[in-house]
């Protein structure tokens, strides 16, 4: 019997938490270390990818991602490694995906050679902004020529190459970000990145913010506008928007983050990497501990009973999957979200939704349109069994 997570694929997501600083808006499980002994960290992700590997055998991989924090800090070897044992543990998929998250500060022709030697096939880069005004804002470590220097040499070890780039940043207007976004588009890019500014609790930015101290960010209709600035160059670009924040040329999609979108499965190895995986007909939510030297005692120890391992109820299945779908430009099955729930969506809040011009349906899918997107949040809510 097809169980539900096949409709997405299977992946492998695997947390590196290090970084060379902490940048204000992020709040990602991300920490500053000085030394990190890798060999010990080598041997504990091996440890895990066996562990994962005995509890779903014989599954064709389809994509492995290293993020973080920052993985282009990680020693070639360990990549080696950790990919060698990734190979003998699951059958992969012909076309399998590993993409590397970089920093263009830490980017270095030796290492990415290294990288592309031991399997990685897409690196995906944080640039973040194309001014050095704004870059030493956001608190990145590298500048404009930096990550233009750094993009020529991933271009020449690997086929695909990603990055990412923020707006709504401070000061910045509608025009500043055409401007920026034309420069980034003309570089020969197929996939692309583009993110709204928020400001999270509990990061350096949302510190400022609080005390009003974080002056400049432009309100919501004037990032609106650029949003829709970036639907419209990135689409006569060649590079539709296939989610809410990324846009890539046909067959340039990132395959991992589609496992999301879709609803597959996927392992999370490393400090604080979440999980969702379908063991014995049940998918589970996983997650590990947030600091890194108490999941790595924790894997050394084999105290894997203190991982969380929660069984996800099926109404409960069917709304991840209804907000992490409807992301995506082709939206979600009625009937896989009815056979994930066992109840289908309420026809009569479809109907009104769909004269607001907010959702569209094509025979069994419902996507949003891009004035839905534009509210996805408040869509989601009015979809949802109980919104």
Known sequence: MTEDWQNGGFGLYIHWPF????????????????????????????SEIRRLAALTPGRVLNSVFFGGGTPSLMDPDVVHAIMDEIRACWPTANDLETTLEANPSSVEAGRFRGYAQAGVNRVSMGFQALNNDDLRRLGRLHTVEEAFAAYDTARAHFDRVSFDLIYARQDQTPDAWRAELSKALSMGIDHLSAYQLTIEAGTAFGDRYDRGKLRGLPDDDTAADMYFITQELCERAGLPAYEVSNHAKPGAESKHNLIYWRYGDYGGIGPGAHGRLTLNGTRMATETPLFPTKWLEMVENSAFSNFKTIAIEPTEQAAEYLMMGLRKSTGISQNRFTSIGGSPLNAN???????????ALDQDRVRATPKGIAVLNAVIRELLPDG
């Open 349 to 359: 809040v479809i109907n009104d939704l769909r004269d607001l011009d907010l959702i």
């Open 19 to 46: 970084c060379q600083a902490k940048c204000p808006y992020c709040d990602f499980n991300s920490h500053v270390a000085a030394t990190f002994d890798q060999s010990r960290w080598q041997a504990a992700y091996l």
